[in-house]
């Protein structure tokens, strides 16, 4: 059993940046794929970023690419998304998730991953 913690949320003005982070308990995360994804009010869960500890590749969403940058230290097993340039579109509550192996080929279903943390408000004011 992994359980997922993410932390780091918060309130900041529209350009300013956060980090993230997402670190693990009860499993290492040698091997695992991890993602970003955020819901915001009646929207649906949206994958932002994966990353694959089992080979380092990466992989974004077009809304964030360029301004997102995720990575991961696994001797600390933890993830991390560093948000720059932050608009009020990325308004959500942003939750980390991992599986075991498989990449980041299919990283924004939701169904591709094991566990969940429990999610980090993060809200960027206009």
């Known amino acids: 059993e992994m359980q997922l913690v993410e932390s780091g949320g918060g309130l900041v003005q529209a350009g300013g940046s956060l980090r993230l982070s997402c670190a693990s308990s009860?499993?290492?995360?040698?091997?695992?794929?991890l993602g970003w994804f955020r819901q915001a009010p009646g929207k649906e869960r949206e994958g932002v970023s994966c990353i694959s500890t089992e080979d380092g590749s990466t992989a974004y969403a077009d809304s964030v690419q360029g301004r997102f940058t995720i990575s991961s230290d696994t001797a600390k097993d933890t993830v991390y998304l560093q948000m720059n340039s932050l608009k009020p579109e990325d308004t959500a509550i942003y939750y980390c998730?991992?599986?075991?192996?498989?990449?980041?080929?299919?990283?924004?279903?939701?169904?591709?991953?094991?566990?969940w943390g429990q999610g980090t408000q993060v809200t960027v004011s206009s």
């Open positions: 998730a991992s599986t075991y192996g498989v990449g980041c080929a299919y990283y924004s279903l939701t169904s591709y991953y094991n566990y």
């Open positions: 009860g499993r290492t995360f040698d091997d695992y794929t």
